[in-house]
Structures are given as C-alpha cells and as structure tokens.
C-alpha cells in the first residue's frame, strides 16, 4: 500500500513565523503534490514536483515556496506565516505516465492554524 | 477557465437509501475524471474513469462518465453509516499535471 506520510496532524504557529510542512511517501512516486483545503473552495494546487529539485507553481503559489532535494519528501515552506494560511494541507503523490493513468495518494493532512 | 461543479453540496440519507451523486466538469482536453472519498483524514481513492459509458463497480458504489455532457455520477446503493463522508470529484486535462478538483458532496447516512 501506498503510504504518504505528513509530519504533523496539527500545528499552531504565529504570525510572521517561518513554517515548514513536511510530506514522505515510501512508493518512488516521481510526482508530488501539495493542496490546502477550505470549506467552500475544495482543493487548491499550491506547488508540484515532477523530479527532485523540479517544481512547478500550482494555482496559489503566492507565500508559499516548496523544496524537494530527495525524491521521497517534498517540503511546503510558508516564508512569513499569515492568518490567512490557517488551513488543511494536504500532500500527494503519484507515479509518472502522466496524470491521466496514476490516481494521486493522499496524506492525512496537516491542519495548521496561525494566530 | 477550468471547473468542476459537484452537486448536491450535501446530503442527509436513511441507511438503506441509495444515493446518486453529481460531477460535471469543464476541461481542455479531457483525459480523464476521478473519485475521491473523504472521511476525517486523507482523501482515498475510488474510481478512475477515462471513458463514456463504461461502468465502474465496487461492491455498493458504481460510476460511470458521459464525455459528450460533461458529466459523471457515482451510485452508492445500501446505503450504510460508514459511508458518510465528502466525495470529492476531480477531473485531469491533457498536457498538465493539475487535478481540478469540485468542492465535494458531503454526505451523512443516519442509522
């Protein structure tokens, strides 16, 4: 079984904080994925990865950046955390063969609150 | 502009009541649409569907896609507590590796 593992269910950080979300999955997945999740709004594409040290901007690139120096970890990296970031992220991964063929696993999420 | 519209926004079903749930999509060319079930933790996999008119099957819970009206329906029939949660459709188009993803159904079953 695929298994992607997020390194915190919850955080709480403050404003102006650097915060750092960390993702593994143990498949040899090529693609990664980081979303946030609000109610109303589904899932937002933040950043990707395709290959270690690749990565493509999602929709909502804007304070977030995103490091992926191993293939098995892909790391969201909120620059100065804002009240506006409280969110779920979520991390996923997929094999390459394009997006079409390869469902994308999921992490149990990491709900982060920034006060 | 790309867009998954997912419908009802919620539901409140009796267990035993089989439900139909809604997914229609707009994407530049198309390659494929997904399922996804949300319970408290991490979206889990259900369904891929890449063409019309073939159907899906898992125990209770069956989809199948129109690709000529832009749309896919998941059936859930037997309806048990277990299966409330937030389905999540997301659909993919060619020469990108974006998920769209809909808002979700969230659906409740009461004993």
């Known amino acids: 079984d695929v298994k992607v593992t997020q390194s915190s269910r919850y955080l709480v950080k403050r404003t102006g904080e650097k915060v750092f979300l960390e993702c593994v999955q143990d498949m040899d997945h090529e693609n990664m994925f980081w979303y946030r999740q609000d109610p109303g709004l589904g899932l937002r594409l933040i950043y990707f990865s395709y290959d270690v040290k690749m990565k493509e901007k999602g929709d909502i690139p804007e304070g977030y950046s995103v490091s992926r120096e191993k293939k098995e970890r892909f790391s969201l990296i909120l620059e100065s955390a804002s009240t506006n970031q409280t969110s779920m992220y979520l991390c996923?991964?997929?094999?390459?063969?394009?997006?079409?063929?390869?469902?994308?696993?999921f992490g149990d999420g990491t709900r982060l609150s920034i006060l | 502009e790309d867009k998954v519209v997912q419908s009802p926004l919620s539901l409140v079903v009796h267990e035993g009541d089989t439900v139909t749930l809604n997914c229609s999509y707009e994407v530049t060319n198309f390659r494929s649409l997904l399922w996804y079930k949300q319970e408290k933790k991490a979206p889990t996999f259900l369904f891929m569907l890449?063409?019309?008119?073939i159907e899906k099957k898992s125990g209770r819970l069956s989809s199948i896609l129109d690709k000529k009206e832009l749309f896919s329906i998941l059936n859930i029939t037997a309806t048990q507590t277990g299966d409330s949660a937030v389905y999540l459709c997301?659909?993919?188009?060619?020469?990108?590796?974006?998920?769209?993803f809909g808002t979700g159904t969230r659906l409740k079953v009461l004993a």
């Open positions: 890449t063409s019309s008119g």
């Open positions: 997301a659909v993919v188009g060619s020469g990108t590796y974006k998920y769209i």
């Open positions: 996923a991964s997929s094999l390459l063969g394009g997006p079409s063929n390869q469902p994308q696993h």
